[in-house]
Every structure is written in C-alpha cells, then in structure tokens.
C-alpha cells in the first residue's frame, strides 16, 4: 500500500485506573484502515473492542487513559490533541454509531431538528438551509417520506428507523471515518441486513472508511474487507474476510468461527475440542416422537388481545368507568400447534411477532383471552395465572430466561436461587437435603459446586446462565420454554450452553420450547419449527422442510437476511 | 416487624456472604469481591466529607446514648446566682436565664432528638414503604388510593400540617413523632412506589414466580430486599428533616415542654435574649440543631456509595 493508510493506531495500550491499580483493557495493539476501506474488529466481551474506538474519539471514561501508543488520523495524532481540536473533529471528520440507536437519539426532540442541531454544530448549513440539508440526509439513508418523518420523535419510529436516523446524524457531515459500534445488535434479522447494507452502500458511494465493531463474526466476514480479531486486550490476527474464513491461522479465530453457528453443522460441532469428521453420538438420529402418542400440550386456537389505549377517555377512566374499548390489539392471533414427548419445538420470528407473549401464556404467567392449552390433559389455560402458583402443574412447566442476570435476584445466592422451586414446591426438605440437591443440580449443569455460594454479580454470564438452567430443571419439569437462552451470550459460552440443553433433554427426557429470532441456533437444537407473524403461524413443521425449503415467503425473508460469510 | 427482621437478615447475610472464602481461581472469571469493611474504607479515602459525616454521626450517638452521664451539670438545675453568664471554663456554652448548663443541656436534649427523629422514620419506613411496595407491585385500585392519600399529605405545606396534627392529638412526644411520620409519607410511598414498579415484571420476579411462589412471598423475598438500599438512604436523609421538624414544633411551643431539654425550645427561649446580646442561648443549640442535620444530610451521600453495588468493584 503506498498512500498513508487514513487512521493507523500503532501500539496502542488504554489502561483503567481500578481500585486493585492499572487494568490494561487494550494491550498495545496495531489496527490501520485504509481510505475507502471497512475494517471489522471483531471479539467477544471483554476484549477491548470498544475500548479502542473510544479511544480513537476520545471519549474513554474518567478511568481510562491512553497509556502508550499513537492513534494518527490523516497525519493527525488524537492521543495529543486538545479537546478543543477532538471536538471539531467529531462528527465532522470521525462520526460513531451507538449500539441501541433509541438511547442515542433525545426523545424529546424532533429527529429532523436533531440532524439539524449536528449540520449547525459544524458549520455545514446555515439557519435558512439546515431544513432542506436534514430532510436531504433522510432521504439519503432511505426514509419513505422524509419530509414527514422530520416532525417525527423518536418514539413514534421503529428500531430499525431509529438506527437509520442515527446513520443519518453520523453521516450528516460527510466524516471521513465511521465508527459503528455494534449498530445492529438488538435489531431484527431483516432490520439488521437492511441497515448493513445501507451502511456498506452509503460507505462506497462516498468513498468513507468505516470501523464495525462486532461479535458476530458472520457479519464481519459478510460485510467487511478485512477483519482484525481481537481477545482479552490484544489483536490475534488480521486478514482480509475471504481469508479469515477459509485459512484462519489463530487458535482463538479458530475457536470462535467453530463457535459460530453455520449451516451444516451438528450442535457437537461447536465446541473446541469436537472430533473431526461425523461424531458418533451425534450422528444417532433423535428418537422421532410417534405421530400417534398424545402430545405432552396441545394449544389450540390460542388468542391474547390487549385493549387499545382509549385517549379521550381519561375522566371516565379516572372515575373507573371506562368504555369498552372499540377493537383489541391481537398480540397472538389464533395458533395452534402440539408438542410431543421429548421434542423440542422451535418458535422463530422478529420481535413483536407475538412469540414471548405466547410463551408467557403456555408457562401461565399471563392469562390468554381466548384459546385452550391443553397439558397432559388439562387445560390449563383455564386456572387463573393468578391461581397457578398453587397448581400441582406449575411444577412441570419452567422457563430459563432471555438475560441471564436480569433473571437472578441479586440478593439471592446461586444455591438459594436453585432452590427457591425445591423449597416451595419440592419434596425436599432439611438443610442438608437442600444443599445436596443444589450440589447435585450444579453438577448436572456444570456449574463448579464452590461457585453455589456466590452472588450473581459474582458469576460470569455462562455461570449465571447455568444457575438459570438449573433452577428451571431442579424440579424435573416435563417443558421447558427456553426463552432466547443465549441471546446475551457470547459465542463461544452459547456453544456450552447448548450442548449442555440438548444433553440435559436426553437425560431428563424434557420437551422444549424453543423460542429463538437465530435461525442457524433453531437448525441445530430443534425437531420442528414454528415461523411466526403479527401473531399468526405462517409456516410450520420439521426443521430441514422448513429452514431447508422453506415454503411461506417471510420464512424465506428470514433465511435470506443471516449475514452469509465468503465461503 | 417480623418481615422487617427478615429483610434485615437477608442484607447482612449478603454483606457477610460477599467475602469470597479464598482467593478465587483464575479461570473462572468472576469479578472479586469485597468486604463491607474494605468497601468503606475506600469510600471514606476517596471522598472525605463522607468520613466526617460518619464521625459526626458517631458523635451523636455517643451524646445520645451515653450524654446524661457524661455531662458536668444537672440540665435542669436551675442556679439564679449564675445566671446568663457568657462561655467559660465553667460554663463551656455558658448558662441561660435560670443558670443552667446550656453545654450539658444541648448534650442530654441530644436523645430526645434522635429518639424522635429515630422512630418517626422508622414508622414512616414501615407504612410509607409497605404502602408503596404494595401500589407498585399490584398497580390498580391499591395504586390508586395509595397516590391519592400522598397527594392529599403534598397538598398541604407540610409543616403546617404537621402543627395541626400535634395540636389536633395533643401536646406530646408520640405526636410528634407521629406527625413526622405523616408529613414523610408520600416521600416513602413514592420511592418504594417506583422501586417496586419497575421490579415487578424484572426477570427474577417471573422466575420466582415460576418458582411456586406466592404474591405475598414475592414481595418480601424477591422485591422488598432489593429495594432496601435505596430507602436506606432516603432514610439517612429524612432524619434531619426530622430532627429539624421536631425541633420547629417545640420552637413554637407544640410538642415538648420546658424544661425538658430540647434544641428547639431551647432556641426558642434564646432567641429573645439575643437582642439584649446573651447570643450564646440560642447559638449552642442552633449549632447542634445544624450539625445534626448537615450530618444526615451528608450520610445519605455515603449510605449511597456504600450500597450502591455498582461502586462495590
């Protein structure tokens, strides 16, 4: 390369200023981007990804500093220039996309006035033409009707629009180098690939360079020219994306890309140390549940309406006296399906598809407003969710949640979380008796017995996901609703924590409900397949007739929007 | 009260707890932990104030426990003959019109104040906090009433209903403190309101609640506990505005009566000496009156930082 590439970090060390000394978060490392080029920075939490694009713009925390190394941006060092030169230099030359695009837009503020407050700021338009250049910087990021959606706030769009107003904002004052920190994590598949593919279009037409920083490795294969991976602080190798996954050379690239869900694959196959070639119990096909065994739960016609806001009516409200309101929202419109014996259901769609509310229902957090679910032969659609605490049913259907640290009680240790449904509802009782099934229930799940005793905060996220899992199996439940179990996982703990669901299944002879928007996840851990929309099954049956040839047109929409690496 | 202790329980097991028993191993990486001591410490090294507040704080409940004892004069011995005499070696505070040790007055009074200040929060803690733990966690009519009966309390200038509360129950000590309970009701009802609310639906809560539990049982496992730090320092804060309004309804003469020490009444009598320059009155049990305050005002500040897990790592 024979021009000075645009931002070269050159040994690179950011340091945090802890209670127990110095951390070194980022540990001198070297990353150049190239005028036009998209680079990718890619690792698992932890790594210092993040860390560095702060760094570049300057704006680490008070902890942090730059302890060694030079950041150049166009012949420019930013580790030495006054915050007076950084601040110009923001969102004019280097601009920066924020993981949850709603938190970075204000709320109170008309998204056109926003676009307007940046194009001012910098001296890209004046009182009279900040207008027409915001609208303009809307169109540009493919906004239906711009001209309307500048009166909107940021409420009133969806994620997907939300995240596009921020590209907007980023772009407004053709930077130099975009800086986009996890943009799509938390949108939806289809979202996701809209808002890449903008971002790499709106990257070669102005001839911009562009940083993502990622976990997703898929991604940053997909979408980016080279690909720089990062573990605990250092750079472990650089490539260009082709090259990252055809011929990886780092044992920690290597890891992480087996970690990664592909096609083709068996779940075995995640882990580190899976034998190549077919594994031999892997290869064992599922026992097929006979078609003719009732099914463990039967939800027919399932419905849940919830009632429209009603605006004019606040005085008859306050008087508890409202109307009934004129049409419900239907968040899950009459579905039907069965779950067999030792099966594992997957429930697929994007969000607001109506597939957490349908789980809330089958586990009786919430009452379903038409609709039988018919367990082992009662419905229990009909017990009250109120009265279902005391239902001798309750035991058998669990739930492990979305976040694992969200789900924890923080004042509860891992052994009193796992042996909150054994005290209230078990056959166990004594101190001792407690403690050894607790014990017991670690092991099953992996989870070191000297660790039991910790609070959450003091567990790692595949720990907490762990304690999660156990407390849902302490009592031998016949369904587990997996709600998105390693959604807040990294790869390479998702990789464990699936492997160890599907191990415990065959163990404990459990169903699952797989409720998952990870199409590459759903391939590998489940039997059958539910696609849904707006609350509506649009396709459902095995998991290779509908993931391999898949028939409904949203079905195919999904399959389509995961990030394809060069193979 | 027996819920009460159990909170109480579950929070000194965590902080007990906390302290990991060996130096954890490295692959599991977990982020250490430390001791409540350890915890302080820092938080007393980084911020100074914080330290003063919690040796003031000492001193108080030094003079509140063991004042009586330790002072050089009865506090109600009248002595004619040393009458409204100026700070000395004698006399540190000086005396008042009757001869009487202000220095010892101000020292013994110490306990009335805190007592009051003490129990009225700890009633306002109970009702306020179980009142708004309840309308956050149901919502609906429980809600309802118990935001209607704050508002009507935020109605009134708070003060002015305390007078009439004291007057309308008569002149004593219990009013007084239940007076102050009143007037900090909708402050409680409304933090643990919020608290409780955005709890309700958190992962855990459902969790618990797939664990069997009863609603009841949700409340004081899952949700009271964790909303335990908070209201402690809304506590922390409120003593002073306690002491502080305990004392305002003796200055006007509701509440206590002379010649009980009291910082209040003890102002009160002062203050029409300070014309006549005999300041040293009204001064000294001013002072203690602002030093109280200031103290539990800057303890709410530290009681934070000290529970607040997110400065514990």
């Known amino acids: 390369m024979t021009a000075p590439p645009l931002l070269d970090i050159k ?135 711009p001209e309307e959606r500048y009166d909107a706030y940021p409420f009133e769009l969806s994620g997907g629009m939300c995240q596009r107003v921020v590209i907007a904002l980023a ?34 037409e102005r001839g911009m360079s562009t940083i993502l920083i990622t976990h997703d490795l898929g991604l940053a294969a997909a979408y980016c020219d080279k690909v720089v991976v990062m573990e605990k602080g250092k750079v472990v190798e650089t490539a260009s994306a082709a090259d990252i996954f055809r011929n990886p050379q780092h044992p920690y690239t290597r890891k992480l890309m087996q970690a990664t869900p592909r096609i083709g694959m068996s779940l075995a196959d995640l882990l ?67 779950v067999a014996k030792g099966e594992t259901l997957g429930l697929v769609g994007e969000s607001g598809c109506g597939k957490s509310t349908t789980s809330m229902m089958i586990t009786r957090l919430i009452d379903p407003s038409g609709g039988k679910i018919i367990f082992d032969g009662t419905d229990i ?21 979305q976040d694992p640290t969200d789900s924890l009680n923080p004042r509860f240790t891992a052994e009193r979380a796992i042996a909150d449904p054994i005290m209230r509802m078990g056959t166990i009782s004594g101190r001792d008796a407690l403690r050894a099934r607790c014990e017991e229930l670690a092991r099953l799940v992996g989870l070191p017995v000297e660790l039991i005793d910790r609070f959450p905060h003091q567990l790692s996220g595949g720990q907490k996901a762990r304690v999660g899992i156990a407390r849902a199996i302490a009592l031998d439940p016949d369904l587990v609703i997996l709600d998105e179990p390693t959604a807040a996982l990294d790869v390479s703990v998702q990789a464990v924590v699936l492997n160890l669901l599907e ?63 060069p193979l | 009260m027996n819920d009460m202790s159990q909170v109480l329980k579950t929070e000194s097991e965590s902080i007990s707890a906390a302290v990991p028993a060996e130096p954890a191993p490295l692959r599991f990486d977990a982020p250490p932990s430390t001791s409540l001591w350890a915890h302080a410490r820092h938080i007393v090294a980084e911020n100074p104030v914080t330290g003063l507040a919690f040796g003031l704080f000492a001193l108080i409940l030094l003079a509140a426990v063991l004042g009586p004892s330790l002072v050089p004069y009865d506090p109600l011995a009248s002595n004619t003959s040393s009458a409204l005499q100026g700070p000395s070696a004698a006399h540190w505070f000086g005396t008042d019109q009757l001869g009487r040790d202000i220095f010892s007055r101000v020292i013994v009074a110490t306990r009335l104040d805190f007592a009051i200040a003490v129990f009225s929060v700890a009633l306002v803690f109970a009702m306020g906090g179980l009142a708004g733990v309840m309308a956050g966690f149901y919502g609906g009519w429980v809600d309802k009433v118990v935001g209607r009966i704050a508002d009507t309390i935020m109605a009134f200038p708070l003060f002015v209903l305390a007078m009439g509360i004291v007057a309308a129950l008569g002149n004593s000590v219990t009013n007084i403190v239940i007076a102050t309970a009143i007037i900090n009701f909708p402050l409680y009802a409304r933090v643990a309101r919020a608290e409780a609310n955005v709890r309700r639906d958190a992962g855990f809560v459902q ?100 529970v607040d897990p997110q400065r514990r790592n």
């Open chain 1, 171 to 204: 772009l407004a004052c053709q930077p130099q180098l975009l800086i986009a920190d996890e943009p799509t994590t938390g949108l939806d598949v289809t979202t996701q690939k809209a808002v890449m593919d903008l971002i790499v279009e709106l990257t070669r």
């Open chain 2, 207 to 306: 969790a618990a609640r797939l664990s069997g539990n009863s609603d009841w049982r949700l409340l004081l496992t899952q949700i009271v506990p964790n909303i335990m730090p908070i209201m402690a320092v809304q506590m922390s804060l409120t003593m002073g505005y306690a002491i502080l309004n305990a004392a305002g309804l003796s200055f006007i003469g509701l509440g206590v009566r002379p010649p009980t020490p009291e910082w209040g009444i003890m102002v009160a009598e002062g203050a029409s000496f300070i014309v006549s320059g005999e300041w040293w009155i009204a001064f000294f049990p001013g002072l203690a009156l602002m030093t109280a305050v200031f103290c539990f005002n800057l303890l709410g500040d530290g009681v934070r930082d000290l």
């Open chain 1, 503 to 565: 191990e415990l299944k065959g163990r404990l002879g459990m169903s699952y409900l797989f409720v998952s928007h990870d199409l590459n996840v759903v391939r590998l851990l489940c039997d059958r397949v539910i696609v849904m929309k707006t609350g509506a099954i649009v396709e459902q049956g095995t998991a290779e007739q509908v993931l391999g040839n898949p028939q409904a047109e949203y079905t195919k929409e999904l399959l389509t929007a995961i990030p394809h690496p």
């Open chain 1, 272 to 338: 580190p140390d899976a034998p190549k070639g077919p594994p031999a119990q892997a290869a064992a096909p599922r026992p097929a549940p006979s078609p003719d065994a009732e099914p463990l739960m039967r939800v027919e016609n399932l419905v849940k309406e919830y009632p429209r806001p009603e605006t004019g009516a606040f005085f008859a409200k306050l008087m508890g006296k409202a109307e009934e309101p004129k049409s419900a929202f239907r968040a899950v419109d009459s579905i039907s399906f069965t």
């Open chain 1, 381 to 401: 659609g009909a017990i009250p969710a109120k009265q279902f605490a005391a239902s001798a049913h309750r035991r058998r259907i669990q739930m492990v949640f």
């Open chain 1, 11 to 145: 040994n690179l060390t950011v340091e945090f200023a802890t209670r127990r000394g110095a951390v070194q978060a980022v540990k001198s490392i070297d990353v150049s981007v190239a005028k036009g080029e998209t680079v990718a920075i890619v690792g698992e939490s932890g790594s210092g990804k993040s860390v560095t694009s702060y760094a570049v713009v300057r704006i680490l925390d008070r902890a942090g500093r730059v302890a060694e190394g030079s950041i150049s941006f166009s012949g420019m060092d930013l580790v030495t220039a006054t915050e007076r030169q950084m601040r110009d230099l923001r969102g004019r030359e280097i601009s920066m996309i924020f993981q949850n695009p709603r938190a970075a837009l204000n709320p109170i503020r008309k998204v056109g006035k926003q676009i307007e407050d940046v194009l001012l700021e910098h001296v890209q338009a004046t009182r009279a033409t900040a207008r027409e250049k915001a609208i303009e910087a809307l169109t540009k990021v493919k906004i239906a009707r």
